[in-house]
């Protein structure tokens, strides 16, 4: 008998034992040290034996495997969602028609938490993985085989050898989330907003080392062909899966009629924030298979389970300041510090108290401990102050009457309160960040904290400084953090901006009302800001979503001296002003579809990706419709990924987009 395979097949054996101990049973009979050892010895024997590698060798799950897309995988069953209840009379409600229709007085429910990850289907075959795969729309999930794997806890063989469909949910446990974060911030990388996003990114990275690092956990939910199977019951089908070595939750519990439901639900509404992961609700669950054929389905959920979403979180915190904010327009923000509270999944400790009026209806003071809400990826919002905390000698928050940065007095209009002094420091900061942010000339590598640094040392006080930096390189270069090639780099994107297209300049000079969207349809129609400036008041108002206000406003920018010199001058430093001719797109995937934006894409910006696909006669639009060809979905998406799979709305991820891109520049 050969050796090496007797050592591999005993390496084998053991590390998927110590696995199974460590990750689903949540014991171990061996160390760290040791693990490390034996798998070490089996990655070598593997590399001098390629021969002998399993394509389930525990070495599988370190990763390695790098994909260019995700292979797509139509669900042998749709992979449906659960329709919500949002408190107990819908859920009684439930109850009575599952009771109507079966003929039950009390129906035996499973309860399970409802895990806020990402939903996975696994196929099992002759007692081996065959893939996972994602939901996707329901019908078409993606093959992340190679990143579902290296969670160590996922069961590579199994001792079953029947057909057999999984699903669960991949999660990131919050201490995990914690840790990354904690390591991001010190590498300065952008934090992980909360674990659903983090779990689903990291479950569709395309190079599964680095979802390996990720440490993803899961939990079993459901034996999609149970019945076949000869189980009777649901909660039966999850014992057998944890005895197949599937991690299921320890949280689950049968229930024998409603009121054990509702008992459930009352002692998990509390235990909720104990728990290493977040949950959104729970879950409950017909436990007789036999009654799912009775209770039926509808397009997209089963009758015999429903989820119970908890109400919004609410925390309680204390507020150790109010501080105003004066954005370009003058607008006044008075904004929380909060001490630092998590809720729904992620840390807080900031606010928006909106304006005057909403801190003197809720009479918020400085000290006082106040409710902060928040459901799903929403904003937290403050909701109002525990008065049975507060100390009685907090005085009232009395609303400053002068701008706090340059005191000049504060003018109300419908509620709100605006510096009007053009020449205000906090406006004038702002005004430049928007100059460069991508909503007005999109110079990259030069962010908000910067460009308060030079309008603090006087480098760039207006528009036009910012095509003057050379005057001033000594001094960029003695500020800290900047180095000759940081100042090269900076440099040369703000010179390379004046070649930007003019509907760029025009918006980001800032007149009010006419952002991006606004500045495209006007530089259609007059070619250049030169033309649109010499246009009569009653042409300006013949141009689509062009009114009253938005004419008035562009003739009043241009009237004026000083705003009218500042655009001269600009225009004299040689930023174009005239419209970049478009080339009618030839026939391609992206002509005349409507697409939406969603999430972070790593290989450019959005608004550079948005142009590439309006030069192809994409248009883009910023909300989910029916009217929505498709969603572009990039990492740590939002809500509308929800929306677009209710219209079955293609979603495109950036590694197919793409694709399709350079497909259509051809
Ligand atoms: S059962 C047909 N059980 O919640 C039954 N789902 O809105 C399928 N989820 O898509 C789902 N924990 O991603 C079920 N214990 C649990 C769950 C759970 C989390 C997720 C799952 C599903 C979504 C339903």
Not at 556 to 564: D, G, I, K, L, S
Request: a neutral charge; hydrophobic letters at 35%; one cysteine or more.
């Amino acid at each position: 008998m050969d050796k090496d395979k007797e050592r591999v097949e005993e390496l084998t054996k053991l590390l998927n034992k110590y696995n199974y101990e460590y990750y689903v049973l949540n014991q171990s009979s061996v160390s760290d040290a040791e693990f490390d050892r034996l798998m070490q010895e089996l990655q070598a024997l593997e590399t001098r034996r390629p021969d002998l590698k399993d394509k389930f060798s525990p070495t599988s799950r370190v990763g390695g495997m790098v994909s260019s897309e995700f292979r797509k995988i139509t669900h042998s069953r749709m992979m449906l969602s659960l329709a919500n209840a949002f408190s107990e009379k819908d859920l009684r409600e439930f109850d009575r028609k599952v009771r109507q229709a079966t003929g039950l007085r009390e129906v035996p429910y499973m309860m399970e938490v409802k895990i806020d990850g990402l939903a996975m289907s696994l196929v099992y075959e002759n007692g081996e993985l065959q893939y996972a795969a994602t939901r996707g729309d329901g019908v078409i999930g993606e093959d992340v085989t190679q990143n579902v794997i290296t969670i160590p806890s996922v069961p590579l063989k199994i001792k079953d050898f029947r057909n057999i469909e999984i699903r669960g949910e991949v999660y990131m446990s919050k201490k995990t989330l914690n840790t990354l974060n904690a390591e991001r911030e010190k590498r300065g990388l952008p934090l992980l907003s909360n674990a659903r996003n983090a779990a689903a990114g990291s479950v569709r990275q395309l190079d599964s080392k680095i979802a390996a690092k990720r440490k993803l956990e899961a939990f079993w939910y459901y034996f999609v062909n149970a019945a076949e199977c000869d189980f009777e019951t649901h909660s039966d089908s999850l014992d057998y899966l944890q005895k197949l070595g599937f991690r299921v939750n320890p949280e689950r519990r049968k229930c024998l009629g409603i009121e054990e439901v509702l008992d459930y639900v009352k002692e998990y509404t509390e235990k909720r924030s104990s728990l290493d992961y977040d949950i959104d609700g729970l879950v409950l669950k017909v436990d007789e298979l036999a009654l799912y054929d009775i209770l039926g389905y509808t397009m997209k959920t089963p009758k015999w389970a429903i989820a119970y979403k908890f109400p919004p979180e609410e925390v309680v915190t204390k507020i150790k300041d109010i501080f105003l904010t004066v954005g370009r327009t003058g607008r006044v923000v008075p904004n929380a510090v909060l001490e630092p509270v998590r809720v729904a999944g992620s840390v807080i400790q900031r606010a928006t108290l909106n304006n005057e009026d909403f801190v003197r209806n809720l009479d918020i003071r400085i000290g006082d401990y106040v409710y902060i809400h928040k459901a799903g990826d929403v904003i937290p919002e403050v909701s109002g102050v525990d008065l049975n905390k507060r100390n009685k000698t907090l005085p009232k928050y009395k609303f400053q009457s002068t701008c706090p940065y340059c005191h000049h007095p504060l003018v109300k209009k419908d509620s709100i309160h605006y510096c009007v002094n053009d020449m205000c420091p906090s406006r004038s900061i702002n005004k430049l960040v928007f100059f460069i942010s991508d909503q007005g000339m999109d110079i990259k590598g030069l962010g908000p904290s910067l460009v308060e640094d030079f309008f603090n040392l006087g480098i760039v006080t207006n528009f036009a400084d910012f095509y003057t930096l050379a005057d001033h390189k000594e001094e960029i270069m003695d500020m800290d953090g900047i180095s000759e090639k940081t100042y090269n780099a900076i440099t040369r994107t703000i010179e390379a901006s004046k070649r930007n297209d003019a509907y760029m300049f025009l918006a980001a000079l800032g007149i009010p009302m006419v952002g991006k969207k606004t500045s495209q349809t006007l530089m259609e129609k007059y070619q250049s800001i030169d033309n649109m400036i010499d246009a009569s008041f009653d042409d300006l108002l013949s141009t689509p979503d062009v009114g009253m206000q938005i004419a008035t406003n562009i003739k009043h920018y241009f009237a004026n001296p000083q705003t009218r010199d500042q655009y001269e001058i600009l225009k004299g430093m040689g930023i174009n002003t005239i419209a970049i001719k478009k080339v009618v797109a030839k026939d391609n995937f992206f002509k005349g579809k409507r697409f939406v934006l969603t999430g972070t894409l790593s290989s450019a910006s959005r608004t550079e990706m948005t142009e590439r696909i309006e030069a192809l006669g994409g248009k883009s639009t910023s909300s989910v419709s029916s009217m929505v060809n498709f969603l572009i979905v990039g990492e740590n998406p939002g809500s509308k990924i929800d929306k677009a799979r209710s219209l079955n709305i293609r979603l495109i991820y950036e590694e197919e987009l793409l694709e399709l891109l350079d497909e259509a520049e051809k």
